[in-house]
């Protein structure tokens, strides 16, 4: 196996209770939050959505939400939720969902305050889960 490395600085809040860490956690990055999701249209996490946005909200939050991404997220879904992010002026981007919605917004957080995106660059340079990519 060849050597690698790995870099995942993420942390977890996890159990009872832990999605009302939410507000005061996205609150640090700003006040102007894109919601990313899957279809507002299932029935099942429309009530999930609507109590992640109060929860924004009271933090005092504005909160736009983004809710067309699709499974294995197009680049024309992505450009439509960067373009709303610029539209609000994003200041944190928050995904609920599964991989597709986490992908989507991490494009989005990566490439919104850009002045465009060049997709067979950014392809080309991000292309490898083992790379050190410099900030």
Known sequence: MANYQFHNPVHIHFG????ALLGPLAAAYGSRCLLV???NDEAPLRP?????KMILF?????VAHFDEVVPNPTIQSVEKAIA?????GAQVV???GGGSSIDAA???ALFHQKDGVDWHDAFS???SPFAAYPP
Do not use: P, Q
């Open 16 to 19: 009872a209770g832990s999605l």
């Open 37 to 39: 999701t899957t279809s």
């Open 48 to 52: 999930l959505y609507d109590r992640v």
């Open 58 to 62: 009271n933090s005092g939050l504005t």
């Open 84 to 88: 709303l992010a610029r539209r609000v």
């Open 94 to 96: 928050v995904a609920v």
């Open 106 to 108: 991490k494009a989005v």
């Open 125 to 127: 340079r991000f292309d």
